[in-house]
C-alpha cells in the first residue's frame, strides 16, 4: 500500500462520513459564518452565528445592522471590527447586486469582502458540491507533516499538489477530513502521535 493509500485508508476510518461543522441555514448564512471563521474556530462562530441570523432575519435587515451591534455579536471571533463591516458590505451587496442569491462564479465571490479563494472553496464545496480543496491552516499542516507536500510549499502549492493526488470526485470528502484531523488528531500542539496510525510516514515523528 502506497503512503497516499495508507492516508485515504486511515481518514476514512477515522472520518467515513465527515461535516462540516460550521453551523448554517442558507447559503449566505455559509458564506458568512464561513469569512468569520478566519483566524478563528468553528465553535467560536457557531456562537455567534444564531444571534445573528435571529436578530437580522433577511439579507436585508443584515445589510441595515447598526454597526455597533454587529461588533458587539462578532466580538468573539476576533477581528470584529473588520469582519463586521465584511458582513454588512456581503449583505448588502447580495441585496442590491444578486437578488440575495450568493453567485457561483468564482471571481465574483472574491470580489466581495473578506472571501478569498480558501473560503470560495469551502463554500462551493459544502453549498453546491462542487468539487474543491480548501487549504486552511489544518489541511496545510497535516499535508506538510504526512510529506504530501514540501514544508516551502505556500497554501496554494499545497491545494495544486492534493488535487494531482485525490482523485477529482473525493476532494469535496478528502478536504473535510484533513480538516478534521488536524483539529482532533494532528493538532498544531500536542498532536496525538502515540495512536497515530500514520506516524512512521510522518515528517516529525513525535
Same mark, same amino acid.
Given at each position: !500500500?502506497?503512503?497516499?493509500?495508507? %492516508?485515504?485508508?486511515?481518514?476514512?476510518?477515522?472520518?467515513?462520513?465527515?461535516?462540516?461543522?460550521?453551523?448554517?441555514?442558507?447559503?449566505?448564512?455559509?458564506? %458568512?459564518?464561513? !469569512?468569520?471563521?478566519?483566524?478563528?474556530?468553528?465553535? =467560536?462562530?457557531?456562537?455567534?452565528?444564531?444571534?445573528?441570523?435571529?436578530?437580522?432575519?433577511?439579507?436585508?435587515?443584515?445589510? /441595515?445592522?447598526?454597526? /455597533?451591534?454587529?461588533?458587539?455579536?462578532?466580538?468573539?471571533?476576533?477581528?470584529? =471590527?473588520?469582519?463586521?463591516?465584511?458582513?454588512?458590505? %456581503?449583505?448588502?451587496?447580495?441585496?442590491?447586486?444578486?437578488?440575495? #442569491?450568493?453567485?457561483?462564479?468564482?471571481?465574483?465571490?472574491?470580489?466581495?469582502?473578506?472571501?478569498? /479563494?480558501?473560503?470560495?472553496?469551502?463554500?462551493?464545496?459544502?453549498?453546491?458540491?462542487?468539487?474543491?480543496?480548501?487549504?486552511?491552516?489544518?489541511?496545510?499542516?497535516?499535508?506538510?507533516?504526512?510529506?504530501?507536500?514540501?514544508?516551502?510549499?505556500? #497554501?496554494?502549492?499545497?491545494? =495544486?499538489?492534493? !488535487?494531482?493526488?485525490?482523485?477529482?470526485?473525493?476532494?469535496?470528502?478528502?478536504?473535510?477530513?484533513?480538516?478534521?484531523?488536524? /483539529?482532533?488528531?494532528?493538532?498544531?500542539?500536542?498532536?496525538?502521535?502515540?495512536?497515530?496510525?500514520?506516524?512512521?510516514?510522518?515528517?516529525?515523528?513525535?
Amino acid at each position: !500500500m502506497s503512503n497516499l493509500e495508507l %492516508i485515504e485508508s486511515y481518514m476514512d476510518e477515522l472520518f467515513p462520513d465527515p461535516k462540516c461543522e460550521l453551523i448554517y441555514n442558507t447559503d449566505y448564512e455559509l458564506l %458568512i459564518a464561513i !469569512m468569520l471563521s478566519a483566524q478563528s474556530t468553528d465553535k =467560536r462562530v457557531n456562537s455567534v452565528t444564531p444571534i445573528i441570523f435571529s436578530k437580522y432575519k433577511t439579507l436585508l435587515d443584515l445589510s /441595515r445592522a447598526d454597526l /455597533r451591534d454587529l461588533e458587539d455579536i462578532i466580538h468573539p471571533v476576533g477581528s470584529y =471590527r473588520k469582519k463586521s463591516l465584511y458582513t454588512k458590505e %456581503i449583505a448588502r451587496r447580495l441585496v442590491e447586486e444578486y437578488n440575495g #442569491v450568493v453567485p457561483t462564479d468564482r471571481e465574483i465571490l472574491e470580489s466581495f469582502p473578506g472571501i478569498g /479563494r480558501k473560503t470560495v472553496n469551502v463554500f462551493l464545496s459544502e453549498y453546491y458540491g462542487y468539487p474543491a480543496i480548501a487549504v486552511d491552516t489544518h489541511v496545510e499542516r497535516v499535508s506538510k507533516r504526512l510529506k504530501i507536500a514540501f514544508l516551502k510549499d505556500n #497554501v496554494l502549492d499545497v491545494e =495544486r499538489k492534493l !488535487m494531482k493526488k485525490l482523485k477529482k470526485d473525493s476532494w469535496s470528502k478528502r478536504h473535510l477530513q484533513l480538516v478534521l484531523f488536524g /483539529r482532533y488528531y494532528c493538532k498544531a500542539v500536542k498532536p496525538l502521535c502515540s495512536t497515530c496510525k500514520l506516524r512512521d510516514i510522518c515528517r516529525e515523528k513525535k
